[in-house]
């Protein structure tokens, strides 16, 4: 009967079912309009929206009851054909919680999917530097060191656990979603790549992430 208990409870916390659901302010956003429309994209020129670009993230309550609309709202605002992305991370919406959308271009179709509470568990030695872009840094563009291959640990939709190894552009896309929500932005990547001769990203630890962990 303990084994029984402790095992529940394990799986209790490892879906989320610990984390707070939203806030009032984030069900007012979230709710503000319908699930065809889309959300305001915060932009790094606005300082209250960059204050919120900057925050760390939390993880969100995968039975939360505005999470559905939470994600198809970011979906359409990702899709959007005058300005359309790859991935989108809710902070970039406004909410500071652990959701994202990645266009897996890893897979036949290159289907967008939906992934909560992600977490990178590790990173390949390998590097590789590609040009980025965010939908929240309007009119910059840069090449960003980026581990090739990661490995991430994420819900979808339906609540079903994943762990899995990806490598090349998905995987940059992975990472960029991810840096958002630990308010970190890509241009973060460029100043420190300028600034430092240490590697900014290796299999064993992200010294820029420490620095930015260290100071919250």
Known sequence: MKKQLLGAL?????????????????????TGGDAKSMIRVLQVT????????????????????QLPLLLQRMYNTVKDPANTGVGIAAPQVGINRN??????????????????NPKITWRSALLRKGKEGCLSIPDVRGDVLRNYTIRITYYDKEGKYHDEMVE????????HETDHLLGILFTDRLAQQENETVAPVNEEVDFFLAKKLKRQ
């Open 10 to 30: 394990a799986l209790f916390v490892m879906t989320g079912a610990f984390a707070q659901k939203m806030t009032d302010a984030e069900k007012n956003l979230v």
């Open 46 to 65: 606005n300082d209250a929206d960059k204050k919120i670009l900057q925050s760390l993230s939390t993880d969100v309550n995968l039975k939360d009851e």
């Open 99 to 116: 959701v994202i959308w990645v266009q897996r271009f890893d897979k036949p179709g290159e289907p967008f999917e939906a992934c909560l």
């Open 168 to 175: 090349g552009f998905t995987a940059v896309i992975f990472q």
